[in-house]
């Protein structure tokens, strides 16, 4: 089972930016047939994924975050960053880094079809005061 362990959140003034950092284990970089990817989650609501890299480097975003968020990958450090700029209010809840291997690398079951992302990590709070 990947092991996925988030660092980075922090409370930030509305505007404001923070990093998200994911450290993934070895075994799931190099593989096409894995999805990384950042999803939140509001206590007593739905989990939304917000960002993902497919197997093959394809990125997407959900419409909330494009053009303020950008995730990225390290092969070489097993790394996964999440960049949030322009931070609202809305944008606080609880982050998690996840895998998916549900779709052949694809970030489609979690970023379209709205699947759960199978493993994740602890989480790591961000929030923006209004």
């Known amino acids: 089972q990947p092991q996925l362990a988030e660092s980075g959140g922090g409370s930030v003034q509305s505007g404001g930016s923070l990093t998200l950092s994911c450290q993934a284990s070895a075994l799931m970089y190099g593989r096409l047939s894995y999805c990384m990817g950042w999803f939140r989650q509001v206590s007593g609501k739905e989990r939304e994924s917000i960002a993902g890299?497919?197997?093959?480097?394809?990125?997407r975003y959900a419409p909330s975050v494009k053009g303020r968020f950008t995730i990225s990958q390290d092969n070489i450090k097993n790394t996964l960053t999440l960049q949030m700029n322009s931070l609202k209010p809305e944008d606080t809840a609880m982050y998690y880094c996840g895998a998916d291997d549900m779709c052949s690398g694809s970030c489609s079951c979690t970023m379209i079809v709205r699947k759960p992302f199978p493993y994740w990590g602890h989480g790591t709070q961000v929030t923006v005061p209004s």
């Open positions: 890299i497919d197997g093959d480097g394809t990125i």
